[in-house]
């Protein structure tokens, strides 16, 4: 299972990340939309974890990027804000499978990620 993981908080990522291995999926962390961007170009991803307070430029424009380039990718909205918390980020986005707090516990943002994952296999 590929997973990409868009944070601009390395540490925070690199934590997400650790916690996806464990569950024996590979990952890949960039920090930036346009890297983001890069990597849904090049290679297959199954599912995406995205914060939307990303700096330096829109998640929203990855996360429309990977449903056209990479229909089938999910994609595990992960944000700091109350902006989206009435549900809506669903209606803008179809490949939206999941909107969590950043303050989730990685262990589980893992597991939700993995069950999202296995939906799609």
């Not at 868009?6 to 291995?21: D, I, K, P, T």
């Not at 700091?80 to 589980?108: C, M, W, Y």
């Amino acid at each position: 299972m590929q997973v990409l993981i868009v944070q601009s908080c390395q540490e925070l990522g690199q934590l997400w990340q650790r916690h996806l291995a464990r569950l024996g999926m590979a990952t890949k962390l960039v920090c930036c939309p346009d890297d983001a961007i890069a990597c849904l170009s090049a290679e297959p991803v199954e599912t995406i974890v995205l914060d939307l307070e990303l700096k330096g430029g829109s998640a929203m424009n990855v996360a429309d990027y990977a449903s056209f380039r990479q229909p089938d990718a999910r994609v595990v909205f992960v944000t700091g804000k109350t902006f989206f918390s009435d549900g809506s980020i669903f209606a803008h986005f179809a490949n939206a499978r999941a909107f969590l707090p950043v303050t989730t516990p990685p262990e589980d943002l893992a597991t939700m990620v993995e069950h999202y994952c296995a939906e799609g296999c």
